[in-house]
């Protein structure tokens, strides 16, 4: 069987966020190596891997990209293996695109979607060819051309060899091919979400699901995306093209790294880019200790994924026994982190002018835990400054630039940019003959 499969992928430090084929996979940003396959009873555990491809996401890799071996993503690896997974490194100049985690668990859930999709068209193959393209955010910091050059030759050059393991003996081949990688800053990804939904109609609520926001639209009502934001500053009712034309400082508070992008319409201002190495994810790393002599009797030890899941159940209708331990254990480091965070968002105003500057739009991850602590903040700065505040909804905040890349990926503007990258190696490749 032979798939195409397109690819929006945000690889963030705590979660990885990747559209594949029109659909969104969420999973915790880790992996763990195994030295045999988990699984003993085909009969029993090819159905439930099946269903539910992603919990129990095992793999076996061969490509120049990554060392050889087997593989347990997401949340398989943090169930099984607990805090002893790899994770992406967020303290100093460690850029993602020189460690394995983009790679492997790319390639691993590419392999995984891959598998259900010929599953859900009724055949399950020994093998499949997938060829791909796919576009990727990095954060403003790390978007040097080295770092780009990396990301795409290691995806780029020649196919990857993917085995995903459904039991003891049942496997699905998954040979992948990348026909064309195109490398974002973050940043430019929302812009397009924020504006457009996956039809690209102007977006009034769900990305995905523009027909049932377009029908409370219809009704008169402001669906939720905006809703806050309208009311907030007497808008009425709008939608996308709101912000068409609009120049944007973008604070996305994500896990290791917060970035200030700063957009002109739909295009990056390169001079007024701006990234650091401060975010909730630092605040965790820090908080862990004291979180185990707040509750000595609950933890023996904690990953940051894990600490993350019991502050963010908070906001679920099962809140963690341990909440207010990990919450009172995590406020004084994340008030560090958001007096860091201020300083730069203060600094960006100043540099750019506030002129210049009509809205500022806050989301990402961290943007939820650390809501409480920086709305006020930011919000007295934009309005001393005379700057619109768009501090996007927590249902929104996480998969915006997810949502952007996968709309960025089937656009036109994609396709141009893969055919002058293809004409401009080819050129080079006939002069070097």
């Not at 399950?124 to 990301?151: G, Y």
């Not at 009712?237 to 996305?252: A, Q, R, W």
């Not at 919000?379 to 909804?393: E, G, M, V």
């Not at 905040?397 to 952007?404: H, P, S």
């Amino acid at each position: 069987m032979k798939l195409e499969l397109v690819v929006g992928n945000d690889i963030g430090n705590s979660e990885q966020s990747i559209y594949i084929d029109g659909k969104l996979i969420r999973q915790p940003n880790v992996y763990a190596g195994a030295v045999s396959i988990p699984w003993t009873d085909d009969d029993t555990d090819v159905p439930k891997n099946l269903k539910n491809i992603y919990d129990n996401l095992v793999v076996s890799i061969i490509s120049s990209a990554v060392p050889t071996g087997t593989y347990l993503i997401g949340r398989h690896a943090l169930k099984t293996v607990g805090e002893n997974v790899t994770s992406l490194y967020v303290k100093g100049n460690n850029a993602k695109s020189d460690q394995m985690i983009p790679y492997i668990n790319t390639l691993g859930t590419i392999a995984a979607r891959a598998v259900e999709v010929a599953y859900e068209r009724g055949s399950l193959p020994d093998s499949i060819t997938v060829n791909s393209d796919q576009a990727i955010a990095m954060p403003v910091k790390q978007h040097t051309p080295r770092n780009v050059e990396t990301l795409q030759s290691k995806f780029m050059s020649g196919s990857h060899n993917v085995t995903v393991h459904l039991g003891l003996t049942k496997k699905v081949d998954v040979k992948i091919e990348f026909d064309y990688v195109q490398v974002l800053q973050e940043g430019t990804p929302p812009v397009f979400a924020l504006q457009m939904d996956r039809e690209s109609n102007w977006r009034t609520g769900s990305y995905e699901k523009p027909q049932l926001a377009a029908k409370a639209k219809d009704k008169g009502k402001n669906v939720d995306l905006f809703e806050e934001f309208a009311i907030e500053y007497k808008l009425g009712d709008i939608d996308g093209s709101y912000l068409d034309g609009k120049n944007i400082l973008h604070v996305d508070l994500g896990d290791g790294t917060t970035d200030f992008p700063f957009t002109r319409g739909d295009a990056v201002d390169k001079d007024f880019c701006h990234g650091v190495n401060h975010g909730v994810g630092h605040a965790i790393v820090e908080a862990v200790d004291d979180l185990l002599v707040l509750a000595p009797y609950a933890f023996n030890s904690i990953s940051r994924q894990q600490y993350s899941d019991i502050l963010i159940s908070e906001f679920s209708d099962r809140k963690h026994k341990f909440l207010q331990e990990a919450k009172q254990a995590f406020r004084p480091h994340l008030d560090n982190q958001v007096n860091q965070i201020m300083q730069h968002i203060s600094d960006q105003v100043l540099k750019i002018g506030a002129n210049e500057i009509d809205i500022i739009a806050v989301y990402g991850g961290g943007s939820i835990l650390m809501r409480e602590s920086i709305h006020p903040r930011i919000k007295l700065l934009a309005d001393n400054s005379r700057i619109q505040l768009f501090y996007i909804p927590a249902k929104y905040a996480v998969t915006l630039n997810a949502e952007g890349l996968d709309w960025f990926v089937r656009s036109s503007l994609y396709s141009k940019l893969k055919k002058v990258y293809k004409e401009t190696h080819k050129r080079i490749a006939a002069a070097g003959e």
